[in-house]
């Protein structure tokens, strides 16, 4: 034991590093504090009525009717209990809490991959903070992109347990990735993975291509099915997170569109480009790479009462604190995206590196790096680069299921700061062979120099005006009534975005000449080597480490009891929940509806927040509240109340709606229509009390000759559970029922007096059944087949990674035991 501590004390030495690293960082943290972040509030809101009857019943439904009418909680929160990776990562969050376990996670994975490729310790450590502290990594967790953060914090080691397989471990490479494959897909962060997979199909190719030239074709092979053995237990491992996630994705806005919109009657599958393509990286943005302000940070809340706005305010007599408030509210970004939390913000200095890195080291995985950071930038330019971008979008598998393209970003963020970790090494391995190292180190720091000082000198050249800039000159003289004021104004703020983005050149332009200065000190034999790391990643820590304090800082941190109740209560609330009806909806019209969900808090919200709703609603969204609300699918939806604000005194107010046709009816004709489309059209003007519109594919579990008008019948609701509820009716003949429920036939079954009967679709996206007469019980379950089965798969596949880590342990001992 004494001579393993001995042999492994530096990377022991360099893991304490990384724990005192997220102590100081997230101090608030160790102080009872925790993050206030916009979609962990809006997850609290999806979740209440899942969580609530969690409480009451000892597990969570599987079906949630608190948002969009219904949808399944897979989706909002599924506990995955046969799941190994669950139990490791709620370890992991046991003794590091949010966010500090994610950053951990960064360090750690990074160190990993960085070790793999036998870096000195301290130069992997190094390496690991450049790839940790990368700003979007901090603005993920700021935003609460918590499940993307994890996704992220997991790639590295995942291609350092790819690469440790093709470098010849095939034992601990594919256990490795097996497992780290495991946490990574168990994040249910779908979209990391594929960007992942597309940068890790490059490495594949190119393992195959050099197996090829070097005619050892047998190795790649059996590398290969290690790792896809690997891949296969990973995903067994995770069955519960994709299987039931890929079925309920072939419905959602991911999947194919019901409605037919081309002319030549095509439905289209995946999202649409354009709402794909919405946050897509400006080209010249990529600037930002270096010079972390030059595109104006994040989109409000940067300016000061030193800033060229507040100066224009006070110069017209404006207080200086209400002249702060406003300039706080203008938009410094001036990029192509609706808005941003931040730049994508690599380093200064590890740019020249990977510059450096590109001309100077040998190892072949440099042209891999080379091609995925290429691809994936191109990639990440969205709607400004269309050439790539489509062909993907168009023809590659899955790659249009996902939304805001420059999240592809990730991978660069991982491999830039690997290839210039590389550089270093190289440097120090090979000084004495790398012909004209001097001028190779000056071209690549100068060349990025050069960049840093015409942004400094002459900010101009970049217009710091967005697109639609008269547009947004026209809407602040509507606000300041005034239109030369106006202009004004938005030259003061062109002015304060030149200032920002020369600051920040002149920042970056500094620690380029201490990075530089570092390395020609070394070249010099001035300095050694590990003088030299220490010094590249203290200066490092200290650029990232600072810009990231921009984002994710003490003031973000608020105290637990505050995320107690995290949404407000109003009296509107408290009014409406004094109806103790279980099963009306609520539209809440104070803010945009269908994106978000703080209704779904204390009620059956009509809208709510989540990034993959049923195809059918959003396409009710479009076609029925497009400009006008349409209160005839409002009634069918047993939407009781809206809430609005007085326009006069900005008060909530509720508006009853009697019309409401109830948690479920019968109706007195029911008409077949041919197709989506027909479907559509119909709910557009109808009374969903008395006519029910059916699609033909329905039509053969109808027996119309049984069907008769509901005289005298009546249903109610005698017991809600979110997945399942208890109906009691009384009808002289046979009926046809609507239920204000959402069809879904991925898992809800119904029975008549425990026997099951068909599920009909009615009106576009209710379930509907046909009755027979008499005094009967109708019951809704829902109870997917595949959930269970996948239930069976991910325990299989989690004793498989088990029993392969021990026996992993178990080969390397006794190894060891024999070599000894």
Same mark, same amino acid.
């Given at each position: ?92 969050? *046991? ?96 979209? !990391? ?84 393509? *919405? ?27 030193? /800033? ?29 995206? /609706? ?43 969205? $709607? ?90 026209? !809407? ?93 209560? $109003? ?64 009634? !069918? ?129 209710? $379930? ?53």
């Amino acid at each position: 034991m004494k001579n393993w501590f001995k042999d492994n004390s530096s990377h022991l030495i360099v893991i304490a590093i990384f724990f005192v690293l997220v102590f100081f960082y997230f101090s608030p943290v160790w102080q009872g504090k925790t993050l206030s972040q916009h979609d962990v509030v809006q997850a609290m809101g999806s979740q209440k009525e899942l969580f609530d009857f969690k409480a009451q019943d000892g597990k969570a439904p599987q079906w949630t009717n608190s948002m969009f009418g219904g949808m399944p909680t897979f989706q909002i929160w599924y506990k995955h209990s046969t799941n190994v990776a669950t139990y490791i990562s709620n370890g992991i969050k *046991a003794v590091f809490p949010l966010p500090a376990d994610i950053i951990l996670i960064y360090l750690l994975g990074g160190y990993f991959l960085l070790s793999v490729l036998r870096v000195k310790p301290w130069l992997a450590a190094v390496g690991a903070i450049a790839i940790t502290f990368s700003s979007y990594n901090f603005i993920y967790i700021e935003a609460g992109h918590v499940n993307k953060a994890y996704a992220i914090a997991y790639l590295a080691p995942i291609i350092g347990a790819v690469i440790l397989c093709y470098r010849g471990n095939k034992l601990w490479g594919g256990i490795l990735l097996a497992l780290f494959l495991s946490l990574e897909i168990r994040t249910n962060h779908v979209q !990391m993975t594929y960007y992942l997979f597309i940068a890790l199909l490059i490495l594949v190719g190119l393992e195959l291509y050099y197996a090829i030239r070097d005619k050892k074709l047998p190795d790649f092979f059996k590398n290969s099915a290690v790792q896809l053995g690997a891949v296969i237990v990973a995903v067994a491992v995770n069955a519960t997170v994709l299987f039931p996630t890929y079925e309920y994705s072939k419905l959602t806005t991911r999947g194919k569109a019901n409605i037919t919109k081309t002319e030549d009657g095509k439905s289209g599958a995946g999202l649409d480009k354009e709402y794909a393509y *919405a946050w897509s990286q400006g080209i010249a943005e990529n600037l930002t790479f270096v010079i972390p302000n030059a595109y104006g940070g994040k989109s409000q809340g940067v300016l000061d009462e030193k /800033s060229h706005v507040v100066k224009f305010f006070e110069g017209v007599g404006v207080p200086q604190h209400q002249a702060v408030q406003f300039a706080q509210s203008l938009p410094t970004y001036w990029g192509e995206k /609706s808005f941003t939390s931040g730049p994508w913000y690599f380093g200064v200095g590890i740019i020249a590196l990977f510059i450096l890195g590109l001309i100077i080291v040998k190892d072949r995985l440099k042209w891999w790096i080379l091609a995925a950071t290429v691809l994936t930038i191109l990639l990440s330019f969205g $709607r400004h680069f269309t050439l790539i971008s489509d062909l993907f979008f168009d023809y590659f598998p899955m790659y249009n299921k996902f939304r805001a393209v420059e999240s592809i970003l990730i991978i660069p963020s991982i491999l830039i700061p690997l290839l210039a970790a590389l550089a270093v090494q190289e440097i120090i391995e090979r000084e004495d062979k790398i012909v004209d190292l001097d001028k190779k180190v000056l071209y690549s720091f100068g060349s990025v120099a050069v960049v840093c000082i015409v942004v400094a000198l002459m900010p101009t050249l970049l217009s710091f005006r967005i697109s639609e800039h008269q547009g947004f000159v026209s !809407m602040l003289g509507q606000q300041l009534g005034d239109a030369a004021m106006a202009n004004q104004l938005a030259e003061a703020l062109v002015k304060d975005r030149a200032d920002l983005a020369s600051a920040d050149a002149w920042r970056s332009f500094f620690i380029l000449v201490i990075i530089f200065a570092l390395l020609f000190a070394y070249l010099k034999k001035k300095m050694s080597s590990t003088v030299l790391i220490i010094g590249i990643g203290v200066v490092t820590l200290a650029d990232l480490w600072t810009v990231d304090k921009r984002y994710l800082n003490n003031d973000t941190f608020v105290d637990k009891s505050v995320l107690k109740n995290p949404i407000e209560e $109003r009296e509107v609330d408290q009014l409406i929940k004094l109806d103790k009806d279980p099963s009306y909806r609520v539209l809440d019209l104070t803010t945009n509806p269908f994106s978000d969900a703080k209704a779904s808090y204390f009620h059956k919200s009509f809208g709510g927040y989540h990034a993959a709703k049923l195809m059918r609603f959003q396409e009710i969204l479009e076609h029925q509240f497009n400009g006008a609300i349409n209160e005839d699918v409002l009634d !069918m939806f047993n939407v009781r109340y809206i809430i609005t604000k007085d326009p006069q005194n900005n008060v909530d107010r509720i508006q009853r709606r009697s019309t409401a046709a109830g948690n479920a009816w019968f109706v007195d004709k029911v008409t077949f229509v041919k197709n989506n489309n027909e479907e559509m059209q119909a709910i557009s003007s109808f009374d969903p009390s008395k006519e029910a519109f059916v699609h033909e594919e329905f039509k053969g579990k109808i027996d119309e000759k049984r069907l008769r008008l509901a005289n005298n019948a009546s249903i109610k609701l005698t017991s809600y559970h979110p997945d399942r509820m208890e109906y009691e009716y009384s009808a002289p003949n046979d009926v046809f029922a609507v239920f204000s429920e959402v069809y879904y036939d991925k898992g809800w079954k119904a029975y008549v007096d425990g026997k099951e009967v068909p599920i009909l679709r009615a009106d576009y996206i209710l $379930r509907a059944l046909q009755l027979p007469g008499g005094n009967h019980k109708v019951e809704f379950v829902f109870d997917p087949e595949t959930v269970k089965v996948s239930n069976v798969i991910s325990l299989i596949g989690s004793l498989v990674l088990i029993l392969g880590l021990l026996g992993g342990i178990f080969l390397s001992y006794r190894k060891k035991q024999q070599t000894a």
